[in-house]
């Protein structure tokens, strides 16, 4: 019989929030990474799953997601995130979200690493939004709308200024001392002017860009579809939804990251979906697809385009493993014996 001292030994590479500051990550390192596991996807060198969720009964407003797949070439990582989404932690000083990824070797089934993956979570979902802008928004876009201020709200703005210098960038979210201290450290960070409105219409209309990332208990239909213009970019992906169900008649190319990631019970455009007004055959094409040249994104200045990613597990294990990586080369992370 084979017992574990007749084996070799199997390791974890466990990485901390704090391990992870210390990688000094740039906006370049992130987007890079990203956008490779998109163009991988696109080319079918990977597998993922539907995300799943677990709800579990405990009196709060909270709820976990699932994320599970799989990156060949070089990465070569199957990976699983759980992240926490519980709308009320701010309330302790919290974040939002906490997560946790794992990544395991394909080839065996071994585990290989444990990453704290809240400031992953932030940071890919970012990428994601600026990387949609870059293939499918204006050319020169001049005014970003954005609301929330949030968990991965911070990474969107600050990768949308990386990729565009708009004239104005517009935020807003429900409660004032939210969006006035998300303002200050845009500011601070980002050394420019951002402008805090008092209303999603004065954020949002007439915008060349728009996102929505608020924080919903329920959905609620606040962003109006007349507020958008033609030639613009919607880039709507909070939980619950804020849309109306006209969105998408007004649009002529809908994308999302992953047509799988349609189905379940929360999503912008989930009334959409179930309701047939958005079906595979009328989604233009997944971001992965457009990255990797086998579709067409933006094609002419008067397109009106839709964007609605709902996070992939494969831009989490792309990060981590880009993270993991630097974190050996300098020697950060802990090492545990797993078998």
Same mark, same amino acid.
């Given at each position: 019989?084979?017992?574990?001292?007749?084996?070799?030994?199997?390791?974890?590479?466990?990485?901390?929030?704090?391990?992870?500051?210390?990688?000094?990550?740039?906006?370049?390192?992130?987007?890079?990474?990203?956008?490779?596991?998109?163009?991988?996807?696109?080319?079918?060198?990977?597998?993922?799953?539907?995300?799943?969720?677990?709800?579990?009964?405990?009196?709060?407003?909270?709820?976990?997601?699932?994320?599970?797949?799989?990156?060949?070439?070089?990465?070569?990582?199957?990976?699983?995130?759980?992240?926490?989404?519980?709308?009320?932690? @701010? /309330?302790?000083?919290?974040?939002?979200?906490?997560?946790?990824?794992?990544?395991?070797?394909?080839?065996?089934?071994?585990?290989?690493?444990?990453?704290?993956?809240?400031?992953?979570?932030?940071?890919?979902?970012?990428?994601?939004?600026?990387?949609?802008?870059? @293939?499918? !928004?204006?050319?020169?876009?001049?005014?970003?709308? #954005?609301?929330?201020? /949030?968990?991965?709200?911070?990474?969107?703005?600050?990768?949308?200024?990386?990729?565009?210098?708009?004239?104005?960038?517009?935020?807003?979210?429900?409660?004032?001392? $939210?969006?006035?201290?998300?303002?200050?450290?845009?500011? /601070?960070?980002?050394?420019?002017?951002?402008?805090?409105?008092?209303?999603?219409?004065?954020?949002?209309?007439?915008?060349?860009? =728009?996102?929505?990332?608020?924080?919903?208990?329920?959905?609620?239909?606040?962003?109006?579809?007349?507020?958008?213009?033609?030639?613009?970019?919607?880039?709507?992906? !909070?939980?619950? $939804?804020?849309?109306?169900?006209?969105?998408?008649?007004?649009?002529?190319?809908?994308?999302?990251?992953?047509?799988?990631?349609? +189905?379940?019970?929360?999503?912008?455009?989930?009334? +959409?979906?179930?309701?047939?007004?958005?079906?595979?055959?009328?989604? +233009?094409?997944?971001?992965?697809?457009?990255?990797?040249?086998?579709?067409?994104?933006?094609?002419?200045?008067?397109?009106?385009?839709?964007?609605? #990613?709902?996070?992939? $597990?494969? $831009?989490?294990?792309?990060?981590? #493993?880009? =993270?993991?990586?630097?974190?050996?080369?300098?020697?950060?992370?802990?090492?545990?014996?797993?078998?």
């Amino acid at each position: 019989m084979t017992t574990p001292a007749d084996t070799p030994p199997v390791y974890i590479d466990y990485l901390n929030r704090f391990d992870i500051e210390k990688l000094g990550f740039t906006d370049d390192d992130v987007l890079r990474a990203v956008e490779d596991a998109l163009r991988m996807q696109g080319l079918g060198e990977t597998e993922i799953e539907p995300r799943t969720h677990i709800r579990p009964r405990a009196g709060v407003e909270g709820h976990f997601n699932v994320l599970r797949g799989w990156i060949g070439g070089e990465i070569d990582s199957a990976g699983t995130k759980v992240v926490g989404d519980f709308v009320d932690n @701010y /309330r302790d000083g919290r974040p939002s979200e906490y997560g946790l990824l794992t990544l395991f070797d394909p080839r065996m089934g071994a585990p290989k690493a444990l990453i704290d993956a809240t400031g992953i979570t932030e940071m890919r979902t970012g990428a994601m939004t600026a990387l949609g802008a870059k @293939y499918l !928004g204006p050319e020169k876009p001049k005014v970003l709308g #954005h609301i929330g201020a /949030r968990g991965t709200a911070y990474w969107n703005v600050r990768l949308l200024c990386h990729f565009f210098d708009f004239e104005e960038v517009r935020i807003h979210s429900r409660r004032p001392e $939210s969006r006035e201290s998300f303002a200050e450290t845009l500011r /601070r960070d980002l050394g420019r002017e951002i402008i805090v409105t008092e209303d999603w219409q004065s954020c949002l209309e007439g915008a060349d860009i =728009m996102v929505e990332a608020s924080r919903l208990t329920e959905p609620t239909p606040l962003f109006k579809t007349n507020w958008i213009k033609p030639g613009s970019l919607v880039v709507p992906y !909070g939980t619950m $939804s804020t849309v109306e169900l006209n969105l998408t008649d007004i649009m002529d190319k809908v994308v999302m990251d992953d047509w799988g990631q349609a +189905h379940g019970v929360f999503g912008a455009l989930r009334d +959409h979906v179930d309701q047939g007004k958005l079906t595979a055959e009328t989604l +233009h094409a997944e971001l992965g697809q457009i990255v990797a040249g086998v579709k067409p994104g933006r094609e002419s200045a008067d397109e009106t385009i839709l964007f609605w #990613h709902r996070g992939l $597990s494969l $831009s989490d294990i792309a990060l981590g #493993h880009a =993270m993991l990586t630097r974190a050996k080369e300098r020697g950060l992370g802990q090492r545990l014996r797993f078998y």
